[in-house]
């Protein structure tokens, strides 16, 4: 089992038996020539890939190819039906392409490029098009090639001062081989119906699945983008990593382009362009080549390569469409292998990087391809019944991808249907031996462990318990020691109970919550619940209900926070999505409020310690490029974009089951962040909110300070928090109306080892704020923001195992006179999952 969940996450892999394989290199140079056409006596035509490799596979014999390639001399070589490998040297010479002027001042390929460009709006099925609905059938495969693997039993002997000696037998080509003729490594399956509506996202509807070893799927790995839906947009998406498209608005800055070839399409002629990173980095950038139809400069078929430690090949054909003139996805496909050279290669989003094994020199074995060298992962997908601008409603409450109920359970008669071939043997015995392997391991507990541990959940059969209610610490309750859950699908995917209960062992008091929901609709993930809640809070924290306040234990600010107030309420929350990206919570609720510090407020109108409050709350998240997956499971996000905003609107209703205040308070949150691929990042938060009327403090703002003048000076190094004004001390400011601005730019990572690779972080941040009435809030002394607050400093991260150091510095109008109560210096802690 072993074997299998690593060929699942790090797939090795090599192309198919073929016919006859070959290279075609420069005779004088003996570099390869990458995208040579090699074309048989019988019309096959294949391009050699950026190794100059080729390989024929075709049921038609022939006995004649001819190699060309721009600016080389053409050759006829004769086959024998015993060749299975030729290599071959091509000969430069002066040659000008049919329908193409090679003499131009300028390289002809680069107007053929910037005319892909300037017709992408005409040729982009998604912005040509009304609607267009199609299904896709995808199949995932780790698998080998069994010729390609020696069957025979290996000898292992061990050299010394030049004897060698016969040291033991391998069987691990002969096992391997024996298990892959019968089986492939891994498979899934899954059929899909695609819509897409002008003016609205692309849907996909997953209507079949299939996961090998698991009777419920991982439906985070169906929402992996392997290859990108179109060679239009302007990043192209290979194997989970985004890379500037060969066709986007400034990849002639990026690319070198060189025409290569015409072809006949089908429909009439394409130009055939390969293209290449200028700059090489230390990733790969992707190298391949364009099929672009003479006539309406549409892509026609793509090809990107990346070749190097690990080799990705990704290919997308189009088919023509004779009614609507254009060129609409056919069928599209991702093989990753093993590499043959040491660059770097970045998959699913990070640079990873494989090490070679370090052999002992001492060790001689005879076998030469190993499991490792001869296994490959292969995605490919096929579209059919393909219907182009008829009605269509795409909702707009549903999900960018919805995955039926029923997808995991379809029948082999539903799969037989819509497989565009039936599935070989092969393939069966795969399910079958992989579905025993699995619930003999117990895999899918595993998975599902796995999955909910990244949420902050340990699952049991009915109930996911809360890991962040264990254990926390702050400086009001000391350790806070709790349990908390909430009931999981198996329970019920239609009702949730949650709860959980708290002490501190400082403060000596319970703190508890309980509370249950019933979903209304589940396309709209619309939910409404009651809960009660005895707890405790953060005095003038900016809070929004449609983020996630709970303590957690890696929150660093908690540790110095002692104003806190403690509130007792019942309230009523609704849950509802306008949009997937459209996040609406509304919530009613009535209870007391206590402030835990010496405080009062005392105005003409209200004189109180403790005080009742009646609230109607609605936060509303706005993510435009998020992307949502609506599961049995519920509700996951696919993909993190920006902007993000927040916003939320409180009304205290006074007088309303005894109210004693009657404020208005509005929170607003933007973030935003520039992410350049695998380059620095910039990223600017924008906060703030103001309230109008009689407010107590519980729903003031403090700015988010974390700085304590504790001494002597070196007590005040704690941990940084994550967006806080590190020299701002606890509760130093008041406001009843602010804005805060905060700025950072995260530089490339610094590479001076394998292990020590820091990142240097720039920050400033800024706040204005002011607030009326001051003197109604007794018993506690602060000072206005009205001057405004800067800080900037810098952060070294990640210096060892995830720990960094940070300074900053305090200036303007609230600059301190003693220097050192200026200087913050703080421990950082970023952890990096690598995806």
Not at 44 to 72: H, P
Not at 511 to 537: C, H, M, P, Q
Not at 648 to 670: E, H, M, P, Y
Not at 720 to 748: C, P, Q, W
Request: hydrophobic share 35%.
């Amino acid at each position: 089992m072993k074997k299998f969940l690593f060929f699942l996450l790090i797939p090795f892999l090599t192309f198919s038996q073929t016919l006859l394989q070959g290279t075609v290199v420069d005779a004088n140079t003996k570099k390869p020539l990458s995208f040579a056409s090699v074309t048989t006596n019988t019309t096959i035509r294949v391009l050699t890939d950026i190794d100059g490799k080729f390989s024929l596979k075709t049921t038609n014999n022939f006995n004649e190819i001819t190699i060309s390639y721009i600016g080389y001399s053409s050759i006829k070589i004769q086959i024998k039906a015993t060749t299975k490998f030729i290599s071959v040297k091509l000969k430069t010479t002066v040659e000008n392409l049919n329908e193409v002027l090679i003499t131009a001042s300028e390289n002809p390929a680069l107007q053929i490029i910037r005319n892909t460009i300037e017709n992408k709006s005409k040729n982009n099925i998604e912005k040509a098009l009304n609607s267009f609905k199609f299904n896709a059938y995808n199949k995932v495969l780790i698998t080998a090639n069994p010729d390609s693997i020696n069957g025979k039993l290996d000898s292992v002997y061990t050299v010394q001062k030049g004897i060698k000696s016969f040291k033991k037998i391998d069987s691990t080509n002969y096992n391997f081989k024996k298990e892959i003729d019968n089986q492939h490594l891994y498979i899934s399956e899954k059929i899909s119906e695609f819509i897409f509506e002008k003016g609205k996202k692309k849907k996909e509807v997953i209507l079949a699945s299939r996961m090998a070893g698991l009777k419920q799927p991982i439906y985070e790995l169906f929402a992996l983008s392997f290859q990108g839906f179109s060679f239009y947009n302007e990043i192209y998406t290979i194997a989970g990593t985004n890379y500037t498209n060969p066709v986007s608005k400034n990849a002639i800055k990026q690319y070198h382009y060189k025409i290569l070839d015409t072809v006949n399409n089908g429909h009439g002629t394409s130009y055939i362009i390969h293209f290449k990173p200028k700059k090489k980095k230390e990733y790969l950038g992707i190298e391949g080549v364009l099929y672009i139809d003479t006539e309406n400069f549409a892509i026609t078929k793509a090809v990107a390569e990346l070749k190097g430690i690990v080799s990705v090949k990704a290919v997308q054909n189009y088919s023509f469409n004779t009614k609507f003139n254009n060129w609409f996805p056919k069928d599209k496909s991702v093989i990753i292998k093993k590499g043959a050279i040491k660059e770097h290669v970045s998959l699913l989003g990070g640079l990873i990087k494989f090490s070679k094994n370090k052999s002992q020199d001492s060790i001689v074995s005879t076998s030469k391809n190993k499991p490792e060298d001869v296994v490959y992962f292969i995605s490919t997908s096929k579209n059919s019944n393909i219907q182009i601008n008829t009605p269509l409603n795409v909702k707009r409450g549903s999900s960018t991808i919805l995955f039926n109920d029923d997808a995991a359970n379809k029948t082999s008669g539903f799969w037989n249907k819509h497989r565009p071939d039936s599935l070989t043997k092969r393939g069966l015995n795969t399910y079958t031996y992989l579905d025993s392997i699995s619930e003999k391991e117990g895999v899918e507990k595993k998975i599902n462990l796995a999955r909910n541990l990244l949420k902050g959940y340990y699952p049991t059969t009915y109930i996911n318990l809360d890991l962040g209610k264990i254990l926390n610490l702050n400086n009001h309750e000391g350790f806070r020691v709790g349990f908390g859950g909430i009931t999981n699908t198996h329970f019920s995917q239609k009702f949730k109970v949650e709860a959980y209960a708290a002490y501190g062992t400082k403060d000596t008091n319970f703190k508890y919550s309980f509370g249950g929901a019933v979903r209304l609709n589940k396309e709209a993930n619309t939910w409404f619940g009651l809960k009660y809640t005895n707890d405790i809070k953060e005095a003038a924290s900016l809070d929004f209900i449609a983020e996630n306040t709970s303590f957690s234990p890696i929150n660093p600010r908690n540790l110095n926070i002692d104003k806190f107030y403690n509130y007792k309420t019942i309230s009523a929350l609704l849950y509802h999505d306008i949009q997937p990206n459209i996040e609406a919570k509304l919530r009613f609720s009535s209870g007391k409020y206590k402030a835990l510090f010496n405080y009062k407020y005392s105005s003409p109108n209200i004189n109180v310690k403790e005080y009742k409050l009646t609230n109607a709350v609605i936060g509303i998240n706005y993510t435009p490029r998020n992307e949502y997956m609506n599961s049995p499971l519920g509700k996951i996000k696919v993909k993190n974009g920006y902007p993000q905003f927040s916003f939320q609107l409180i009304q205290s209703l006074k007088n309303v089951l005894d109210s004693d205040f009657g404020f208005t308070q509005v929170n607003i949150r933007a973030n935003y962040k520039i992410e350049r691929l695998r380059r620095a990042t910039t990223s600017f938060l924008l906060e703030g909110g103001i309230v109008f009327g009689e407010t107590p403090i519980s729903h003031l703002y403090n700015a988010t300070p974390n700085y304590t003048y504790k001494n002597p000076w070196i007590k005040r190094i704690t941990f940084a928090g994550k967006n806080s004004f590190e020299t701002m001390s606890y509760n130093e400011f008041i406001s009843d109306r602010f804005v805060a601005l905060h700025l950072k730019h995260e530089f490339r990572v610094f590479k001076f080892n394998k292990r020590f690779k820091p990142r240097l972080t720039l920050v400033t941040r800024f706040a204005l704020g002011d607030i009326e009435k001051a003197e109604y809030h007794q018993e506690i002394s602060f000072s206005k923001l009205s001057k405004g607050y800067f800080e900037s400093g810098l952060e070294f991260n990640s210096l060892f195992k995830g720990f960094g150091v940070s300074a900053f510095y305090r200036y303007g109008s609230y600059i301190k006179p003693e220097w050192s109560d200026n200087l913050a210096v703080k421990i950082t802690y970023n952890i990096h999952l690598g995806f």
